[in-house]
């Protein structure tokens, strides 16, 4: 698939903000809500160009109708803010960057939403929202265990970052969900009361209410786009077959926003390509219904 180089559907509203929302919406002292791009990938070996995912997420939601149908809300009046993209030529570099800007904004009050970029990139966020509030659980959406110890020798590759994340004194645990691929030595680090394996999720309609009593507050969550089946989301890194569909990722989202407090959450690893723009219009308008749930809906 040939990632996409340049924008080629020019969306509504302002160039480069989330939703293309006017100054009212969107000003840094008053939003709710900071969007904070990380367009990072250097250690995805299958289909790269997770780098262009936030821009594309980006300009694909200034085509979003911004009323939520189901929560009958505009959580867009709340404001959000869409910072400027950090830039980082190295892992480490990636890292320390990203952390230093999203606790800044935590600091300030604010929900922060990273965008990604490799799965790597997730790390910094839930690193920073761990110091910053405590003891957290992290609530991992993915077609993939990502508990390599090392990927080729890598400890900050995208295959690592839930061994990473394990890592962090705050993550008091990590669930993970739609899991359908790993590896052997994955496997035998696998926590089996705190994963959801896609193939187990399709035969239990009790799944998600499992899922939500084995997350402690507050929560964190990864969304890897990858948990969507590969014939929903293609533009991705390492699109899988057998995974979640539409609805039942945003029902367990609902679930999760009506049950628990969500702290801050990240999207990764959209490629867009030039071949189809759907992908780039689901996440966000991933981003935005997560944000209906959390802030206008969970709770009805």
């Known amino acids: 698939m040939e990632c996409l180089k340049t924008n080629f559907l020019q969306g509504h509203g302002v160039e480069g903000r989330f939703g293309g929302l006017p100054d009212e919406f ?6 709710t809500v900071v969007v904070l791009p990380i367009p990072f990938d250097q250690t995805t070996t299958y289909n790269q160009g997770a780098d ?9 939601s200034r085509n979003l109708e911004l009323y939520d149908v189901e929560t009958q809300s505009e959580v867009f009046r709340r404001g959000i ?9 190295s892992s480490e570099d990636m890292l320390a960057l990203s952390y230093e800007r999203a606790m800044h904004f935590l600091k300030m009050g604010k929900f922060v939403v990273s965008l990604g970029g490799e799965h790597a990139v997730s790390a910094a966020p839930i690193r920073a929202h761990a110091d ?3 003891k957290i659980s992290v609530l991992q959406f993915d077609a993939h265990a990502d508990l390599a110890y090392a990927y080729e020798g890598n400890p900050l590759s995208h295959a690592s970052v839930m061994a990473r994340v394990r890592e962090i004194p705050g993550v008091v645990r990590s669930v993970a969900t739609g899991i359908r ?3 052997s030595e994955e496997a035998a680090v696998v926590e089996r009361d705190n994963i959801f394996y896609a193939h187990e999720i399709h035969e239990d309609e009790r799944w998600i209410e499992k899922l939500v009593s084995r997350l402690s507050d507050p929560v964190y969550i990864t969304f890897d786009l990858d948990v969507f089946d590969s014939s929903l989301m293609p533009s991705t890194g390492t699109p899988e077959p057998g995974g979640l569909f539409w609805h039942q990722a945003a029902k367990a989202l609902k679930a999760v926003a009506k049950r628990k407090k969500i702290i801050g959450f990240d999207i990764v690893e959209l490629c867009p390509s030039k071949q189809m723009k759907a992908p780039d219009f689901l996440a966000a308008k991933l981003l935005y219904k997560m944000l209906s749930y959390i802030f206008d809906g969970g709770k009805k």
Do not use: N, V
Not at 26 to 31: C, D, F, I, K, N
């Open 26 to 31: 969107s000003r840094l002292e008053t939003a």
């Open 52 to 60: 262009l995912g936030p821009a594309a997420l980006i300009e694909a």
């Open 81 to 89: 803010y869409t910072a400027p993209a950090i830039e980082a030529a």
């Open 132 to 134: 910053h509030f405590g």
């Open 181 to 183: 691929s790993m590896s």
